[in-house]
């Protein structure tokens, strides 16, 4: 390795000599940039070599550079380019050669080495390591590309760019998704070089149509002189004529987009069946800006998507918004919505319902007029989809939230609520539903509120007994009543949905209700289900529950919950951390209601047996609490069944060592 350093380093002393000599560096400059590169070298050549070590060597390279070029600026060096004015570049484009020698599958590195040939014009290294990137990556559509792009931009031949972009096509047609970006790019190549092509005639002053003022006009003038005795035009005179009036109506054709429109059809003819491949196409038109011919592209698309897709929700979402004129809003929204009604009558489809209504959102955007007309169609489209079986998440939260759109508080709860009876599935929309019930709740107790600070008599609803777990402290309204309605029956709906769980507790917790009242359905929830996770799942809904039982209620009551719960399937590690928790709390603060030591003990005891293959913390927890004084046998063989159970005992040991409990 050092042979190998010290002979690079020895090439490199005509390039120093020279830098020092054009007044680029001086000698102790040199010297610091002859120690650093030897540390990259030595770092380049190991046989663990990573891929920083070489972009750490490029930046130092790139930045000698830069400040060459900014020394010769400032310094006003000038005079006949000799080797300090290219070698460091030439030692960048070196490292880049070994790197991707090395690393030859990272494309990043080669889209940087070719970026670093185009900021430093190197545009022979760029053909060059544009081949070498093409032949380890053939199936790279951005590699055909930027070989296009570089041919028509750098060198100016469309020819030379077509034959890669076809080349390219060939080498990537096993990979669907590397040819349709090749497609694109290949309509997107055919329209820039129309548009060079009318920007030319344009500069030249060739602005009417191909063909004025061309060899046919110089042929209708000398017809007459060249017809034979039977008044039929002279073959040898009316050949090139029509050879020229031919080749103007081709290059007409082709600043129209003719071959643009080729490469579209041939492309079509890979992906009939999708509405996104067609839909980039007229993205690119739009790019392109106005030109004659474009219109004429785009009505083929909008066939072809008529023709090929008749039951795409994005081709008749494409086809609605092309039918919208851009004049005025209203106009725009009907004529849209009447694309959008003639694909629901043929091929209705959740997808398609979610274009119309998403299309009518985006209407409302902005201050349109007609925007409440707007509304009430787009809510009415939310109805009509959940009715017939089509309603998408998406489209039934929309439908709640454009109710709240208005300021229509309890409309948007009755929608959400209806919304989740259609999909009752869907834990989204009970959640939505929840949250609203909580809001709706929340606004009556505010104005009851009102109302008795004003004087305003209110009805009393009573108190019910407080020694009934199920039963709330303050006697339920009909606002109430939803509420825990809208719990229990999103809980019904979604029984396995932890966030709707966990939801629905904070909701009764935060609106002053009992969440005991869950506990009947958490039950069936468990005994019907397997032993929960050490985290998350339904162990962190009982754990929820349980502590929100004893804020709420009383630890008595939260034992009682524990005391249901504990004969099922384990919910999860979580709920048995929260009892410890409320337990060992109890014992630290005395209040006289605490469990005896052997029935905490008998809890770690039962938590272990649930849990201790997978959770260490227990464990834990258990060595901390046998480590307390009082405590019978101590904390040996606590530790020992833990080793014994636990199925990978390493991390526990370690916590063990750590805090000195074993």
């Known amino acids: ?380 489209l939310c109805r009509r989809a959940g009715e017939a079986g089509h309603g998408s998440v998406q489209v039934l939260l929309t439908w709640s939230q454009l109710r709240l759109r208005v300021g229509d508080l309890a409309g948007a709860a009755e929608v959400a609520r209806t919304a989740a009876g259609m999909l009752p599935q869907a834990p989204e929309l009970w959640e939505t539903s929840l949250r609203l019930a909580v809001a709706v709740a929340a606004a009556a107790s505010a104005s009851r509120d009102a109302e008795q600070a004003s004087g305003c008599p209110t009805t009393s609803h009573g108190d019910s007994s407080g020694d009934d777990e199920e039963a709330d402290a303050p006697g339920p309204s009909g606002r109430d009543d939803a509420l825990i309605g809208a719990a229990l029956e999103a809980v019904r709906a979604c029984p396995r949905s932890e966030g709707l769980w966990l939801l629905a507790v904070q909701c009764l917790v935060a609106a002053g209700h009992n969440p005991g009242m869950l506990r009947t359905q958490l039950e069936v929830v468990l005994a019907q289900g397997p032993r929960g996770p050490t985290e998350g799942g339904m162990g962190a809904v009982a754990a929820a529950l349980f502590r929100a039982v004893a804020l709420v209620r009383s630890p008595a009551a939260a034992r009682k919950l524990y005391a249901s719960l504990r004969h099922l399937p384990s919910p999860g590690g979580e709920f048995w951390h929260a009892v410890l928790d409320m337990e060992l709390e109890a014992a630290r603060a005395g209040r006289g209601d605490e469990l005896p030591r052997p029935r905490i003990l008998a809890l770690f005891e039962a938590a272990v047996d649930a849990h201790g293959q997978e959770d260490a913390d227990m464990w834990v927890r258990y060595m901390r609490y046998s480590a307390q004084p009082g405590s019978k046998g101590g904390t040996g063989s606590v530790y020992w069944k833990a080793v014994r159970a636990l199925q990978r005992p390493a991390g526990f040991v370690e916590r063990c060592q750590l805090e000195r409990l074993a």
């Open 1 to 380: 390795m050092a042979d190998t350093v010290r002979y690079l380093l020895e090439g490199m002393v005509p390039e120093l000599d020279d830098l020092e000599k054009r007044g680029y560096f001086s000698r102790a400059e040199l010297g610091r940039v002859v120690q650093k590169r030897q540390e990259h070298e030595y770092a380049l050549k190991r046989s663990a070599a990573r891929l920083a070590d070489y972009r750490r060597a490029i930046a130092f390279e790139t930045s000698l550079e830069e400040l060459r070029v900014a020394r010769r600026r400032a310094r006003g060096l000038s005079g006949k380019k000799t080797l300090a004015d290219h070698c460091l570049v030439r030692r960048v484009h070196f490292i880049y050669q070994r790197a991707t020698r090395r690393f030859r599958g990272d494309l990043a590195l080669w889209g940087d080495w070719l970026r670093f040939c185009h900021a430093t014009r190197s545009g022979r290294r760029a053909s060059r390591v544009l081949a070498r990137a093409l032949a380890l990556h053939p199936r790279c559509a951005a590699l055909w590309t930027h070989a296009a792009a570089w041919e028509l931009e750098s060198n100016a031949d469309a020819a030379a760019a077509r034959a890669l972009m076809q080349q390219g096509l060939r080498a990537c047609k096993t990979d669907a998704r590397a040819a349709a970006a090749l497609w694109h790019e290949y309509f997107r190549l055919e329209l820039l070089v129309a548009a060079r092509l009318r920007a030319r005639r344009a500069l030249l002053g060739i602005d009417g149509p191909a063909g004025a003022g061309g060899p046919a006009e110089e042929q209708g003038k000398t017809g007459d002189a060249t017809t034979d005795r039977a008044g039929h035009p002279d073959e040898a005179a009316a050949g090139p004529a029509t050879k020229d009036s031919e080749a103007e109506a081709a290059l007409a054709e082709i600043m129209r987009g003719g071959i643009a429109r080729v490469v579209m059809r041939s492309a079509l003819a890979q992906a009939p069946r999708d509405a996104a491949f067609r839909s980039r196409f007229l993205d690119i038109l739009q790019e392109m800006g106005e030109f004659e011919g474009r219109a004429e592209i785009e009505e083929e698309i909008y066939a072809g998507l008529a023709a090929d897709l008749p039951e795409s929700p994005q081709a008749w979402a494409l086809r609605a918004r092309h039918a919208a004129p851009s004049g005025d809003a209203r106009d725009a929204i009907a004529a849209g919505l009447e694309v959008f009604e003639r694909g629901l009558a043929a091929a209705p489809s959740p997808g398609l319902y979610s274009e119309a209504v998403e299309f009518l959102v985006q209407a409302l955007e902005g201050d349109a007029p007609g925007a409440d007309e707007t509304l009430a169609t787009a809510c009415e």
